[in-house]
């Protein structure tokens, strides 16, 4: 079945280090997969995509990294910052017409 | 702030009453998907409209429906409401054939009690 889930549903992390958020797909039809930043009474605002015939992309502090062999996708923010505390969901992009989201993995920056 | 508007921001109704939630799309979108988003989960693709017609849809009951209008916002309908529905609704305006440009609204959160 078609599904994406997270290993982590809570990350904590000290503010300036490097986080590591990872994600599960099953559904070897995917063409890309994208990571979404959730704010608390906000909509998923998006963060980096990228296509199953990249490995690696790399935008402003974030790189997504992709897996195929273990259908694995992960998201590391370099510097992590207060501001960068939110909910961060993985989705799968089976058509064109929909996106599949995994449960989500909260991350809590500390001082 | 993506340009994507939704109402009520949040509703509170009671069991087997029915519900309407709107959205706005962002300028230049023509495509509009709906998403339930119940407390602690992602987000469960609902359907999808474009040009005024639903264009996929995902594992909800028939008693959830929409409508897209000529200005391309939509309406989600949902009747005989029941507990489990009690979450928060998004909508994504997007351009046809761009799924990763799909811009959140900021939800409706609808409590069924």
């Known amino acids: 079945g078609e599904s994406v889930g997270l290993h982590l549903p809570t990350l904590s992390v000290q503010e300036g280090d490097n986080s590591i958020i990872n994600c599960a797909y099953s559904?070897?039809?995917?063409?890309?997969f994208i990571w979404y930043k959730q704010e608390s009474g906000k909509g998923p605002q998006f963060i980096i995509d990228i296509r199953s015939n990249m490995d690696k992309r790399q935008g402003q502090r974030v790189t997504v990294l992709l897996n195929k062999t273990v259908k694995h996708l992960s998201l590391q923010i370099a510097a992590t910052q207060p501001g960068d505390s939110a909910v961060y969901f993985c989705?799968?992009?089976?058509?064109?017409?929909?996106?599949?989201f995994g449960t989500g993995t909260r991350l809590q920056v500390f001082p | 702030e993506t340009g994507v508007t939704q109402s009520p921001t949040h509703l509170i109704k009671t069991r087997g009453q029915q519900v309407t939630l709107r959205c706005s799309s962002q300028?230049?979108?023509?495509?509009v998907s709906w998403y339930q988003q119940a407390l602690g989960q992602g987000p469960q693709f609902i359907f999808q409209y474009y040009r005024e017609e639903e264009n996929g849809r995902g594992n909800f009951p028939p008693r959830f429906s929409g409508l897209q209008f000529p200005n391309y916002s939509s309406e989600l309908n949902v009747n005989a409401l029941e507990l489990d529905d009690s979450a928060l609704y998004l909508c994504a305006s997007s351009q046809a054939g761009q799924p990763k440009e799909q811009y959140f609204g900021p939800g409706t959160r609808l409590t069924v009690t």
């Open positions: 989705a799968e992009n089976v058509n064109t017409d929909k996106l599949i």
């Open positions: 559904n070897s039809a995917s063409d890309y």
């Open positions: 300028s230049g979108h023509n495509t």
